[in-house]
């Protein structure tokens, strides 16, 4: 057993090339039309999915055998994968059936979801815990979709058919909620920060790190910013918090070893995109390529948040800070 405290996106060798490159496609998105979407903003997209985004989920399996105390028996794996899938079958019955209350119901997760993985590390009791992650997601979600409307609503009329400019007052005041959004959680993470027992450099590091994502969402193309922030913040954090913890229980445990352990499930949902772009290409479909990618990544992602979730419940991995 050994332990390696600088695994952590925390860590100021991991933390401080990550604030750069963000600080670095806030100053290329400041320059540039944050509603062009060209060949170069789809590279960062595709990029940060699949160098980081699909490998950060793509060890469930171990993650959930250690969670769920699961064994390499057939049985015990057999039921692992019958369980994720059947809740990704499920959840794409929904879109289906249900579209915009599939998109709704996504994005509430999602705002749990991100909020939970940017910040476990912040000790607060468990009420405060849940209110700062929910906090953190309306910033991670709320500022893309607020901020650049214009951009937003008709992907989102694309996906699920929903009418975002049919909302009365929503386009006049979009401003309004933007500003609301970032008061609410800078005010509650510097408060919580204040009272809990984190040190000046935690204090100074997480003010960055909010100041960059609300640079970056308020300046970059919505799903260039949500590209950056999705691998170099999210993915990157949660490989990271894989290895140290999968480092603590097994001989060795690198980089290296997480993305040979990943390479499987990674190659199966590269070729499902593959075969997805391929379809979209034969039909003629290309304009419903952005949403068809969401909806396989929403589907892809909901079991994938409850191993997490399961993941930070059984294994508290908020006791390992590199402060």
Do not use: C
């Amino acid at each position: 057993m050994h332990h390696h405290a600088s695994y952590t996106l925390r860590a100021p060798r991991v933390y401080l090339p990550v604030a750069l490159l963000t600080a670095g496609f806030i100053v290329w998105a400041a320059i540039g039309d944050p509603t062009d979407f060209g060949a170069v903003e789809f590279t960062i997209l595709l990029a940060s999915v699949l160098l980081l985004g699909i490998p950060h989920g793509a060890i469930d399996h171990l993650v959930a055998s250690d969670v769920y105390q699961l064994d390499a028996s057939l049985k015990d794996q057999a039921t692992f994968y019958a369980a994720y899938m059947a809740v990704m079958a499920l959840y794409a019955t929904l879109w289906v059936l249900f579209p915009a209350v599939s998109l709704i119901l996504f994005l509430l997760f999602a705002v749990y979801h991100f909020g939970q993985s940017d910040l476990a590390h912040i000790d607060a009791s468990r009420e405060l815990s849940y209110l700062l992650w929910v906090s953190r997601g309306l910033v991670l979600i709320g500022l893309p979709v607020f901020a650049h409307l214009a951009v937003v609503a008709p992907i989102f009329e694309m996906i699920a058919g929903i009418d975002m400019a049919a909302v009365p007052g929503l386009a006049a005041n979009a401003d309004l909620v933007v500003l609301a959004i970032i008061i609410q959680h800078v005010a509650l993470l510097m408060g919580v920060l204040h009272y809990s027992k984190h040190g000046p450099l935690t204090f100074a590091r997480e003010l960055l790190t909010v100041s960059l994502l609300i640079a970056l969402f308020l300046l970059a193309h919505p799903l260039v910013a949500f590209a950056v922030y999705f691998a170099l913040w999210h993915s990157l954090g949660h490989v990271l918090e894989l290895v140290q913890h999968f480092d603590e229980t097994e001989e060795r445990f690198t980089v290296l070893a997480f993305y040979k352990k990943a390479l499987p499930f990674t190659a199966i949902s590269l070729g499902g995109l593959a075969l997805l772009y391929g379809i979209n290409i034969l039909f003629g479909l290309e304009e419903h390529l952005i949403s068809l990618l969401f909806i396989l990544i929403a589907v892809l992602t909901l079991p994938h948040m409850i191993v997490v979730e399961r993941f930070y419940q059984t294994k508290k991995v908020s006791l390992q800070r590199a402060d």
